[in-house]
């Protein structure tokens, strides 16, 4: 509020956009007021920004593989791709830092084509080896699922690994398909006809809603995920994933 919170509009615009920031991180139909708190916040925000970018063209980034078993059979069926930022300094850098900074500035889509080219070479690599896994799973973020060349960029990635589509999991949540509806339709459509496995996370009725047409259902219905207790994941030097 004007005048306790800035000292002219430049400032408080800035401040209001720091609280909008607070708000939209602690999830849908909440708000929040600025504090002086906020402001560190935003300068760390920015720092973090520059740094993320400098991750990205340094190669600092670093993909984790998390097993999937099945429920009822226990047995080991694939692993989730999880990125990973590994800073020269600082040593891991928690996802719950960075992540939200992606997004906000738009380097997660980036992120995201990174991690997936990442996954597909890793699970052919674990296939040439003998590894039996039916698939690897790739988060995708509503920036990247957005975007109507992400069906030639999956293409592209599967052609430039060798990667059967079928081998490939895409996972999406319900914010990100109800977020544009009609291109979300789309983009499904064209991934099943691809062959790509789909699987939407945080579901509810808005999926529903959603793909109601049968040109929608998605050849995964796995939506619980079941994995070691205390598992951090295999690194990608790891001949195996067993």
Known sequence: MFPSDALNAEQLLRNADSALFKAKSTGRNGYALYTEEL????QQRVETSFELRHALDQQQLRVYYQPVHDLQTSQLIGVEALVRWEHPQRGLVSPAEFIPVAERTGLIAEIDAWVMQQACQQMRQWQQAGVVLSFVAVNISSRLFARRELYQQVVQVLHETGLAPACLELEVTESAVMEDPEVALEQMHRLRELGVRLAIDDFGTGYHRCCG???C??????LIRV???????MRTTRPSCG
Do not use: I
């Open 39 to 42: 402001t560190a916040h935003a």
């Open 213 to 215: 047409s049968s040109a």
């Open 217 to 222: 259902q998605c050849r995964s219905s796995r």
């Open 227 to 233: 994995s070691s207790p205390g598992c951090h994941g």
